[in-house]
């Protein structure tokens, strides 16, 4: 299984994006998925998630009220699009899947991310003035 990440770019305060993850390979199967990001010298951080069964999701406090994560079931792609983008939103941004077992048992937030079982490339966002 392969999860393919577009849609980081160069932006001003303020603007939006939307980045994609979709998911390819073997007959793909995952209990949610979920974007972090991660600057240097800092650790990777939770951003949003979304269970496949449900559509429940979670966001971080930092993060709350602007982006929102989606899914499209059909094509095994989750969206996290990114509205009112701060300078603090510059990252590398990264999606993860994971099974129940790797996620935490009826969870919206996975419980470590370390365990989630595939990981997307990263894609950097950066927010100038």
């Known amino acids: 299984v392969q999860l393919t990440v577009s849609g980081g770019d160069l932006v001003q305060t303020g603007a939006s994006l939307r980045h994609s993850c979709a998911a390819s390979?073997?007959?793909?199967?995952?209990?949610?998925m979920a974007w972090f990001r991660q600057t240097p010298g800092t650790e990777r951080e939770f951003v949003a998630g979304?269970?496949?069964?449900?559509?429940?999701?979670d966001y971080s406090d930092s993060v709350k009220g602007r982006f929102t994560i989606s899914s499209d079931n059909a094509k095994n792609t989750v969206y996290l699009q990114m509205n009112s983008l701060k300078l603090e939103d510059t990252a590398v941004y990264y999606c993860?899947?994971?099974?129940?077992?790797?996620w935490g048992r009826g969870r919206v937030r996975p419980g470590t991310m370390w365990l989630l079982d595939v990981w997307g490339q990263g894609t950097l966002v950066t927010v100038s003035l």
């Open positions: 993860a899947a994971g099974e129940e077992p790797s």
């Open positions: 390979g073997r007959a793909f199967s995952s209990y949610g």
């Open positions: 979304i269970t496949w069964n449900g559509g429940r999701t």
